[in-house]
């Protein structure tokens, strides 16, 4: 990575590089990134998967995964290679361990900047018309992909912790004017 | 070689379980815990040559395992391989402090695998 700022490039290039080495290297699959969506809220209306984590250190927030049920299974049945035609425990455990390796290795790749961050189990639930908020109305950023005709997002909100360091508040505002709408 | 796997995740075990065997590596039976509570449990009965063990876990995680079986008289001695995404972070750097002889990082590829189990054969053969 050569950008020594946190801006919404970075994010996006550790996010699509980790999101890709996962498919990858345990499901042998090729995925696309698509256009970012900042300040989306994270909605599965109809059936679907959300996975999430928390983040700590300098910087706070989540992390996680979304995607409707059909993604989900082929996501699984593609790891474990075997067909899930229903969300059942095995789907959300694969769900779960996919967004626990891809925010884990965005979370190290963008340590260098935020300094070390630690990272919580994974907790995935499945059902319908889930959106997801926060006590602090943090802004969430979406990173949309596809493959073979399915789509998924991977989300991140992250903030400055409660002290806030030097960096993390020149990262925080430069983060901050890259949100804003055009 | 007898293994035990211990993460929390079924999915990564059976997975784990399936790149061993595809990397072509002599393994006999392979035992799963789900954390390091049930690795310990699992211990009293079954005797592996090698665990193979998740850092970031509910329950007991994979430092604590670590230092229990460091404090074991019986269990000190078996070699440990630590699971992580947390590559060339401070927890993996720990775990090699508290003696785990090597580290996997995940999303794990069979050539690592490979190449983590041969440079444990090759430290068991210059020590025995």
Known sequence: MTTQKLDL????EAMSAAALEVFGSMMGIAIEPEKIEPGQ???VKDHGVLSLLGITGEW??????SCSADCACWMASQMMLCEFPEVNDEVRDAVGEITNMIVGSFK??????????????PTVISGQGMTTTNSESREWIAFPFHSEGHSFRMIVQLQPAGRV???AHDAMQHLHGALQPA | ????????????RKILQRVIRNAGINVGQIQEAGDGQAALQCL????PDLILSDINMPIMDGLELLKRLKASDSLKSLPVIM?????STERVMESIKLGACNFIRKPFIEDDIREKFDSLAKTTVRKG
């Open chain 1, 108 to 121: 190290n790749s963008i340590s260098n900047l935020t300094g070390p961050l630690g990272m919580s189990t």
């Open chain 1, 41 to 43: 809220a994270t909605a």
């Open chain 2, 1 to 12: 070689m007898d293994i035990l796997i211990v993460d929390d995740s079924l999915v990564l």
């Open chain 1, 165 to 167: 360091t030097s960096r």
């Open chain 2, 44 to 47: 009293d009965a079954f005797k």
């Open chain 1, 9 to 12: 490039n970075c994010l996006t």
């Open chain 2, 83 to 87: 699971i992580s995404t947390e590559a």
């Open chain 1, 60 to 65: 706070t927030g989540n992390g996680g995964l």
